[in-house]
């Protein structure tokens, strides 16, 4: 069992920047990739970034050269700096973690992240 916590989110105006964590606990030794999704209203629930246990990145193009997302390993913490933010960005941020047989993704409760412009 995995449990995911996210913090940092809140209200920011545009240009602004913002930090994500996510603090994984329970079975952690499981988990392979981790990352971050968002969803906004009545939209579909996107991948952002994501990395792997030896530090692979992936990024959605939206966001590349803005976002950063980072990994202890060790303590299976995963954060997402957000730089220049949009109104376009703002959505609940949600933590992701595979198990690293695939068999299990776990979510953490999301963190809401609002842009004004």
């Known amino acids: 069992q995995v449990q995911l916590v996210e913090s940092g989110g809140g209200l920011v105006q545009a240009g602004g920047s913002l930090r994500l964590s996510c603090v994984a606990s329970?079975?952690?030794?499981?988990?392979?990739?981790m990352g971050w999704y968002r969803q906004a209203p009545g939209k579909q629930r996107e991948l952002v970034a994501s990395?792997?246990?030896?530090?692979?990145?992936n990024y959605v193009d939206l966001v590349k050269g803005r976002f950063t997302i980072s990994r202890d390993n060790p303590k299976s913490t995963v954060h997402l700096q957000m730089n220049s933010l949009k109104p376009e960005d703002t959505a609940v941020y949600y933590c992701?973690?595979?198990?690293?047989?695939?068999?299990?993704?776990?979510w953490g409760q999301g963190t809401q992240v609002t842009v004004s412009s």
């Open positions: 990395i792997s246990r030896l530090g692979k990145t």
């Open positions: 329970g079975t952690i030794s499981s988990i392979g990739v």
């Open positions: 992701n973690a595979q198990g690293l047989n695939i068999a299990m993704n776990y």
